[in-house]
C-alpha cells in the first residue's frame, strides 16, 4: 500500500489514525457532558414542577387535576358585585364632597 520507507508515508500512516482517535476522544467527552447537563436540567425541571404544583394547591385549595368550578365562590361574587348603593348614600356622599371642597 504504502512504501514505508518514506517518511512522509509513515507520517500520513500515523496521523490519520491518530487524528481519528483524538477527535473521537473529544466528541466522547462532550457527548458526555451533554448527557451530564440534561439529567441535571430534567431534575431541576422536577423539581420546579412540584413547586408549581405546590402553589397551584395552596391558591385554589384543591389538586391541580380537580377541574369542578366552586359555585359557592361564583355565587359570592355575584353577590358582591350585585350591591348597589341606594340614593341617600349617593346624596351622602354627593353632600360630602361639597363639604370638602
Do not use: H
Amino acid at each position: 500500500m504504502y512504501n514505508m520507507k518514506d517518511p512522509v508515508a509513515q507520517i500520513k500512516a500515523w496521523l490519520f489514525p491518530s487524528i481519528i482517535t483524538i477527535l473521537a476522544g473529544i466528541i466522547w467527552n462532550d457527548v458526555q457532558e451533554i448527557k451530564g447537563d440534561v439529567k441535571s436540567l430534567m431534575a431541576r425541571s422536577n423539581i420546579d414542577k412540584t413547586r408549581i404544583d405546590n402553589l397551584e394547591r395552596l391558591v385554589f385549595k384543591a389538586s391541580p387535576t380537580s377541574n369542578v368550578p366552586d359555585r359557592n365562590k361564583e355565587a359570592k361574587c355575584a353577590e358582591l358585585f350585585a350591591i348597589m348603593p341606594n340614593n341617600k348614600d349617593i346624596e351622602n356622599s354627593v353632600q360630602l364632597k361639597k363639604k370638602i371642597l
